[in-house]
């Protein structure tokens, strides 16, 4: 089940709709990690915050760029870990009631 | 104002309520939080009969092990928390949680808890192929909490890619429920999980496929799935070409492991590793089951994907090191009880694929001696450190 060759107009982040195509243009125009991908593609950056598809992206960083999954990283870890909506964090804090 | 819990634990399944209850047992006061309707985790998934001795529970089915915790767990009156997420884990042991009130109102709160043992198990992993986002392709353990706990088929034709444990089991447990499994596909050249699970699916007729893949999901007019093409690999599981063939079915379930949940040790910088054995990164522990950031615990699949067996024990130990750390036991009295559940963990980890296991857990032990030695107060939020009180 290696996805050696994900084929180009694979879906990789389908949260954000990003192809394989589209992961390997980010590598081509500097991006290292799953960090830089993130950055120049979103990939990683919606609702499922890369739960799904950071690994693909890990593969396709070893394939492109021959390098270890380790040395691929991981995207930054940050509050909220799962989606809380705007309206709730408005709502105040439950503590206090 | 924040509240006060001696011990919070995230994660109600086998791991979170084996803990909570060892350290509700001792008299610590636990709140114990789950997002799910209901507490037990894939306990409740699992109606198969337990292996191993009576200490875990052999020829017990999984819903029965869950009920008789959540009973104890009452009856030990831990606060339960449910449809409640744990969003973060900041500074100084304060877990924020996301807590759902009469009438559906969600609120946050903020708790405070002097140890935080975190039992967050583990998630599917994805395997892309084309048509793989189509309505019908889902994860082995979706389709299992679909029949064994809502009672609902998620299709009737099923292809399952992965022979490991989980797609043997799976698979039957859908045929029990009333599916057609069609096909096990595995692209390994051989069966991955148990051969006596395997040998229930193959005797009630269904092929294991072993050096294929699914190559690609076909969808009909609405675009849900219609077929599996499936193609024969080479030995770098590369499929090759000309080897294509379609299985019609309506349903593709993905048993390609399970990875921890590691969202809130990586949040407390926790220490961690990436070993494959676990399932990829996995924040390091010791022998108390505590991280690197003192007062965080790590308990279940979320420190490393294995049975529910060993989570339960894991789990105790972690609820059991937790109540010795806050004063409700003595040293001697909890190294004596850690020192039986260790004993009961290793007992666990043989055979060809537990002895991996038991080896790896070695290495991570002996890491965590020689590189953390005690787990460290301070931690590092955004490169800034932050005192723990």
């Known amino acids: 089940m290696s996805s050696k060759g994900i084929p180009d107009d694979m879906l990789v ?22 960090t830089g991908v993130k950055r120049r593609v979103r990939a990683g950056m919606g609702l499922c915050q890369g739960r799904i598809c950071e690994k693909f992206v890990q593969q396709i960083l070893c394939q492109e760029l021959h390098m270890g999954l380790v040395q691929t990283g991981r995207s930054t870890a940050r509050p909220p870990v799962r989606p809380v909506p705007f309206g709730e964090l408005a709502r105040g804090c439950g503590n206090d009631l | 104002m924040i509240l006060e819990k001696d011990v919070v634990v995230i994660g109600a399944g086998p791991a979170g309520l084996a803990a909570s209850i060892e350290a509700a047992k001792a008299g610590a006061g636990v709140l114990l939080v789950d997002l799910n309707l209901k507490a037990g985790g894939q306990l409740f998934k699992q109606i198969h009969k337990f292996f191993g001795s009576r200490a875990h529970y052999s020829g017990t089915r999984g819903y ?13 009156k831990v606060d339960v928390w449910l449809q409640s997420t744990a969003v973060g884990v900041f500074p100084g042991n304060k877990v924020g949680i ?74 039957y447990q859908l045929m029990q429920a009333g599916c057609d499994v069609l096909a096990l596909v595995e692209a390994a050249p051989k069966i991955g999980g148990y051969a006596v699970h395997a040998a229930k699916i193959s005797r009630a007729g269904v092929p294991i496929i072993t050096s294929h893949t ?3 999901a076909l969808g009909d007019e609405k675009g849900t799935v219609r077929g599996a093409v499936i193609a024969k690999v080479d030995s770098h599981f590369q499929p090759i070409s000309g080897t294509e063939r379609t299985i019609e079915c309506d349903t593709i379930a993905i048993a390609a492991g399970l990875r921890p949940v590691v969202d809130l040790t990586r949040l407390m910088n926790c220490a961690s590793v990436f070993e494959p054995v676990f ?37 105790r130990i972690a609820g059991t090191a937790a109540a010795q750390s806050l004063g409700y036991l003595s040293a001697a009295e909890a190294g004596k009880t850690k020192k039986l559940l260790w004993e009961r963990v290793n007992s666990l980890r043989s055979g060809p694929f537990g ?12 890491h965590f001696r020689e590189e953390i030695r005690e787990p460290q107060p301070e931690i590092m939020i955004g490169g800034l450190a932050h005192g723990a009180d």
């Open chain 2, 279 to 315: 399932g990829g990164f996995i924040p390091l522990h010791n022998t108390d089951m505590e991280t690197s950031v003192k007062g965080i615990y790590v308990a279940g699949d979320s420190t490393g994907v294995e049975e529910a067996s060993v989570a339960m024990e894991e789990g």
């Open chain 2, 98 to 171: 996301e807590r759902i009130l009469d009438g559906g109102v969600k609120k946050l709160y903020t708790v405070h808890g002097k140890a935080v043992i975190i039992a967050t198990g583990a998630s599917e992993n994805a395997v892309c192929f084309k048509g793989w986002t189509r309505p019908g392709v889902m994860g082995a353990g979706a389709a299992q909490t679909m029949v064994n706990v809502n009672h609902v088929r998620p299709g009737k034709k099923i292809v399952m890619l992965g022979s490991g444990n989980v797609g043997l089991i799976v698979s």
């Open chain 2, 64 to 76: 029965d092990i869950g009920r008789k915790l959540v009973r104890e767990a009452e009856s030990l």
């Open chain 1, 13 to 34: 982040c389908r949260c954000e709709e990003i192809t394989a195509d589209e992961i390997r243009q980010a590598i081509r125009e500097g991006a290292r990690d799953v």
């Open chain 2, 355 to 366: 002895e991996r296991r038991l080896t790896a857990e070695k290495n991570l032990l002996e």
């Open chain 2, 214 to 216: 699914i190559v690609e």
